[in-house]
């Protein structure tokens, strides 16, 4: 079974601090994705990686980066956290590198409180 | 651009009624769809998919057919289960980055 896992299920931190939110795929898969959900508004890709050391912009990327130095570990950064980032956080991966997505698979995600 | 378009919740049903989810896409071409689950506390996992019009996807009792003349792949359960109880969201492999694009979900409550 694809397993991914989240450095954390919940976490805490303070407007301004620097937040690292790991993702790990046990698969062997070249993409990796980076979504935060929120009530009304469903799943918001932030950022998203076809390969090591490439990343692509999603459709909320202010405010986050990231970065993929192995192919099974991709990694968000919130580089000064602020409260609108209160979140719950779903990192996913898939095969088939770019331009096709087939299943994606999920992690338990990351509940962040920003206060 | 490419969008999703699910029915709001929450839905609340008997055990053992029928269970519909409306789900309506805009895309060009012919995406792949799919429907996700989310149970309470977890992360998503696929329930269903059909890569092409007129396939149906089907597991753990649920279907959906790919309708292409309506733009449509409406998730149905004859009969469920307090275990079904979660949120359900539908999405297309589209965009301009051809990545998956997600309906806001429903949130299913299925009372005994």
């Known amino acids: 079974d694809v397993k991914v896992t989240q450095s954390s299920r919940y976490l805490v931190k303070r407007t301004g601090e620097k937040v690292f939110l790991e993702c790990v795929q046990d698969m062997d898969h070249e993409n990796m994705f980076w979504y935060r959900q929120d009530p009304g508004l469903g799943l918001r890709l932030i950022y998203f990686?076809?390969?090591?050391?490439?990343?692509e912009k999603g459709d909320i990327p202010e405010g986050y980066s990231v970065s993929r130095e192995k192919k099974e570990r991709f990694s968000l950064i919130l580089e000064s956290a602020s409260t609108n980032q209160t979140s719950m956080y779903l990192c996913a991966s898939s095969s088939g590198g770019q331009g096709r997505t087939d299943t994606q698979y999920f992690g338990p995600g990351t509940r962040l409180t920003v206060l | 651009g490419d969008s999703v378009t699910q029915m709001e919740g929450p839905v609340t049903l008997s055990e053992e009624a029928f269970l519909t989810i409306n789900c309506t896409y805009t895309a060009t071409g012919y995406p792949s769809l799919f429907w996700y689950v989310q149970y309470p506390g977890e992360g998503l996992q696929l329930l269903l998919k059909?890569?092409?019009?007129?396939d149906k996807g089907s597991n753990k009792g649920f279907e959906a057919t790919y309708r292409k003349e309506t733009t449509s792949f409406h998730l149905e359960k004859g009969s469920v289960q307090v275990s079904d109880s979660a949120v359900y969201f539908c999405?297309?492999?589209?965009?301009?980055?051809?990545?998956?694009?997600f309906g806001k979900g429903t949130k299913l409550s299925v009372k005994p």
């Open positions: 059909a890569t092409k019009a007129d």
């Open positions: 990686s076809y390969d090591v050391k490439m990343k």
């Open positions: 999405a297309l492999h589209g965009g301009s980055q051809g990545n998956l694009i």
